[in-house]
């Protein structure tokens, strides 16, 4: 991973736009979608730009560029073919720590422009540390085609019963395991559906019973790593990893495999030399015993052809 990513919160915050052309306006576009308050400098504009701010949507702040441009200002976008501007613009920005991209230009920015895919308020961003924008926007389509048009009406009706599932289940491993049930459920496909009584009336139920169930039954699966591709996991080994409380590995289980598990998920380290530690071994048993009789889900990865799991309840454990 070359670059971080995380969502910046811009409402009501004073964003810089310098340039005045199209692409300037496209990116005038997105700041107002995220609630900025932006400010343009440029020493023409084109009609779209110019409409923006006869609409007062944008301030024009003037034609140079100055550092005092730079105060109170949270982000600032350089949409110019003017190489001298962009580096004044990029060194003045850096030098005081305001985050700056310089369109096309990933030398120049501390920040790089993702490809959008907006479900408001679902948002994903798809970036290639500025390799290749147009891979990017690809990769944007091709989710786009994924996901349901209305999947933001999912978030917004899951919004809504936060607290109540907060306050009605403890912990968090209990309201994950709901939230699991509520998006791979029927609640989701009312919601979506645009049914929010029904979906409503099954979230009801669906938290009744939770509340009862005490507990979790603990399972322990095993994936085959296989020899280390991503791409060879089953869509049932993606789920199991990104349900999964635990995972048990061996050194030979390569990053990529990993990265697919939830980055929260705990990790346990298993010696794969055929020691008191290993694959097999008692000690192992005795801790894969321990976890799912306190009712999580273990994902046991390993360079095997199997994929099996065990049920931990009230009759023992029985091992894969």
Not at 94 to 110: E, H, I, K, L, T
């Amino acid at each position: 991973m070359q670059a971080f990513p995380l969502f910046l919160c811009l409402k009501d915050r004073q964003a810089l736009v310098v340039g005045g052309t199209d692409q300037a306006a496209r990116k005038v576009e997105l700041l107002l979608s995220a609630g900025a308050r932006v400010s343009m400098i440029a020493g023409t504009v084109t009609g779209e730009v110019a409409q923006l701010i006869a609409e007062h949507r944008v301030h024009w702040a003037g034609r140079d560029f100055t550092d005092a441009h730079l105060a109170g200002v949270s982000l600032i976008i350089v949409a110019t073919d003017d190489e001298a501007l962009q580096e004044a613009v990029s060194c003045a920005a850096q030098a005081r720590c305001v985050p700056v991209n310089v369109v096309d230009r990933p030398a120049r920015s501390s920040f790089l422009m993702p490809a959008i895919v907006d479900r408001d308020p679902v948002t994903i961003a798809i970036s290639t540390g500025g390799a290749a924008p147009a891979l990017a926007r690809k990769v944007r389509g091709e989710i786009e085609r994924l996901l349901p048009a209305a999947l933001g009406r999912v978030a917004r009706f899951a919004d809504l019963f936060r607290d109540q599932v907060r306050r009605a289940l403890d912990g968090p491993d209990a309201r994950r395991r709901f939230w699991d049930r509520v998006f791979e459920g029927p609640v989701a496909a009312l919601a979506l559906a645009g049914d929010e009584t029904g979906a409503r009336r099954a979230l009801i139920r669906l938290l009744d019973g939770a509340r009862r169930e005490g507990v979790a039954v603990g399972m322990v699966h095993q994936v085959d790593a296989g020899r280390g591709d991503p791409d060879l996991l089953t869509l049932k080994d993606h789920r199991l990893l990104q349900q999964a409380d635990v995972i048990a590995h061996d050194q030979r289980v390569s990053p990529q495999i990993l990265a697919a598990a939830r980055r929260d998920a705990g990790r346990l380290f298993v010696s794969d030399d055929g020691g008191l530690s290993g694959w097999g071994s008692a000690e192992l048993e005795r801790q894969l015993l321990a976890l799912a009789c306190a009712g999580k889900k273990v994902v046991c990865l390993r360079g095997c052809h199997s994929s099996r799991a065990a049920r931990v309840d009230s009759g023992g454990f029985n091992p894969f």
